[in-house]
């Protein structure tokens, strides 16, 4: 007997089946990646094949976690470094997106500025700290501006060039109509752009925490950065470990952050 020919409705039901089958195995096999991770990472802390002095243990790291959430003083570095990453994180990126509409907007500015950029970028920002430090102070403002110079021009480029790829045709038409430049980029230019913008987020994520905790490193009296730093002075890997541990963790979560605002924004669109 012939089978009879499935409906659009029953492939598009057995697609999204598959789909979620599909995401829920890299659920499993994300878990697995975890758990064996910190597994053999115990194991051989314990059996000698690595040094427990310097690379300590889950269970050590995890024995410092809990110690530090009951006397408090987790979350009295977590949310200092938190803070600063997120206020660098928000300024650079913002600034990165205000810069890349400018040179958009004024190409006679693109041309003058774009050299510099270009220059600018290829600095090791990191470098710039000590400088920072001089000029801004010991304080949160110079550990901010560090998140946010690391940031500022890798969103500005991307952008850009995000703004640059959008089909021309859709503003000529708006042109045809009288549409101000302004109101071009507010109706085509920018919502075309989003998805460029939101991957700019995530790779902004990263650099807000490589830049405050460099800034920690040089000058912070508390933070995360601090205690790597503290860690080391003392020689207690395990304060090193606890502080990256951390800092891994809350990274993530900002990313899924950013992630769940890309979909959100997909759905609106």
């Known amino acids: 007997m012939k089978q009879k020919a499935k409906t659009g409705e029953q492939l598009f039901q057995e697609h999204v089946n598959q789909l979620k089958r599909d995401r829920r195995n890299t659920r499993y096999w994300q878990l697995f990646i975890f758990i064996s991770f910190f597994f053999l ?14 690379f300590s243990s889950p269970t050590r790291v995890s024995k410092l976690l809990s110690e530090n959430l009951l006397n ?11 803070l600063e990453t997120i206020a660098g994180f928000l300024i650079g990126t913002i600034s ?12 006679k500015f693109s041309d003058i500025i774009d050299p510099y950029l270009v220059i600018f970028n ?17 304080g949160y403002i110079s550990i901010i501006t560090l998140g946010a110079i690391i940031c500022v021009i890798v969103t500005a480029l991307v952008v850009y060039n995000g703004f640059r790829s959008v089909d021309p045709n859709y503003i000529k038409v708006l042109n045809i109509f009288g549409a101000t430049k302004w109101e071009g980029f507010k109706t085509v230019i920018f919502p075309a752009s989003l998805p460029t913008m939101i991957s700019t987020f995530k790779v902004n994520v990263g650099l807000a925490w490589v830049g405050v905790i460099v800034g920690e490193f040089l000058v912070a009296s508390n ?14 890997f395990t304060l090193v470990l606890y502080s990256l541990v951390l800092i891994a963790i809350f990274a993530a979560l900002m990313y899924q952050t950013v992630a769940k605002l890309e979909k959100w924004l997909i759905k609106k669109l």
């Open 122 to 138: 290829a600095l090791p920002k990191v470098a710039l700290g000590p400088i920072i430090i001089v000029a801004l102070g010991t």
């Open 223 to 236: 933070g995360l950065g601090y205690l790597i730093v503290y860690g080391f002075q003392v020689f207690n």
């Open 96 to 107: 990165g997106i205000f810069l890349a509409f400018l040179l958009w907007y004024s190409k």
């Open 72 to 82: 408090g003083s987790l979350w009295f570095h977590l949310r200092i470094t938190l």
């Open 41 to 54: 990472w115990e194991i051989s802390s314990r059996l000698g094949w690595i040094d427990p002095l310097i």
